[in-house]
């Protein structure tokens, strides 16, 4: 099967800044991939080369199969990104936005593109805002309307860098249930976030850059389980015993916490703790979480 998007030894500097430093890495069709890191990492770099805006110094990079820079034309087509910065055209009302889109890459004003864009319009809460002037929107609305410029040519592999940023919670989840259903019908998801639980359960994959290199690169629960754990946390007034303390691993005045295998451990840790003599006035049980594994690959 042929990748969705392949780079290999991709490499891009800026003076003496490596913004990307030999990144290898292969999306398969249908995938909900995420490309973690923090800023700087070179995220938007590596998507800036996907997309043509900046040209890798080495290294090459493949949509759909199609080389970014010798089948350029066929790539473009492949792809639909939602860039992280807001630009639009101010002179333009949204549906007048996104019928231009679409004859940038060729396509005709039918009937069917005319559907395509209400279906957009619908599942991404703009239809009352078909005819508004794009200066007219909020920062959330204009953001939305990046997206459907994204798919409006129906592109087989979709590149969302922030999607998100400065949207509210009722949209934002309204966007990802209509990304999900196309991602559902075979498209490919490329997405970068700071939103880290979305990534945790959006994506089944995810790389993590750092500097310009890729530290991680596994399924979502490989790295869950490689570098997180699940923790027993106990509120108790009085002192733990010397056996229970030294088996804590972390105490924060009250709440002290225990490393569990799995959630079949919660009730033998508990009955471990009553028969030491320690009586916990409240509980928590804590599941691997991804931002625990973001923060240990960063500093590691």
């Known amino acids: 099967m042929t990748a969705a998007i392949e780079a290999l030894g991709v490499e891009k500097r800026y003076g003496s800044l490596a913004a990307l430093d030999g990144v290898s890495l292969e999306v398969r069709e249908g995938e909900f991939f995420a490309l973690l890191g923090p800023n700087g990492a070179g995220k938007t770099t590596l998507i800036s080369a996907l997309a043509g805006l900046t040209r890798a110094d080495h290294g090459t990079l493949k949509v759909m199969g199609h080389d970014v820079v010798t089948d350029y034309r066929a790539a473009r087509r492949a792809l639909g990104i939602v860039p992280q910065e807001i630009?639009?055209?101010p002179f333009f009302s949204v549906v007048e936005t996104l019928r231009f889109q679409a004859g940038y890459f060729g396509l005709p004003r039918t009937r069917a593109l005319d559907a395509w864009i209400d279906e957009l319009l619908a599942n991404l809460a703009l239809t009352d805002k078909a005819d508004a002037n794009m200066r007219q929107l909020s920062g959330g609305m204009k953001r939305r309307v990046l997206v459907a410029q994204a798919l409006v040519h129906k592109p087989p592999v979709i590149v969302l860098d922030e999607p998100t940023a400065g949207v509210d919670v009722e949209l934002?989840?309204?966007?990802?249930?209509?990304?999900?259903?196309?991602?559902?019908?075979?498209?490919?998801?490329?997405?970068t976030t700071?939103?880290?639980?979305?990534?945790?359960?959006?994506?089944?994959?995810?790389?993590?850059l750092k500097q310009g290199r890729v530290v991680a690169l596994d399924t979502t629960q490989h790295l869950l389980t490689a570098f997180s754990e699940r923790v027993l946390r106990v509120e108790v007034a009085a002192t733990l015993p010397a056996p229970v303390a030294r088996e804590a691993r972390k105490s924060e005045g009250h709440w002290h916490t225990f490393a569990l295998h799995d959630t079949t451990e919660v009730e033998s840790r508990l009955r471990w703790l009553r028969e030491a003599g320690v009586t916990p006035s409240a509980i928590e049980v804590s599941e691997p979480d991804l931002e625990d594994v973001f923060v240990k690959l960063m500093h590691r």
């Not at 934002?172 to 997405?191: D, H, K, M």
């Open 87 to 89: 630009v639009f055209d």
């Open 172 to 191: 934002r989840q309204t966007l990802w249930q209509f990304v999900r259903r196309l991602n559902a019908e075979g498209r490919t998801i490329l997405l």
């Open 194 to 208: 700071h939103y880290l639980e979305e990534a945790q359960q959006l994506c089944t994959r995810i790389a993590m």
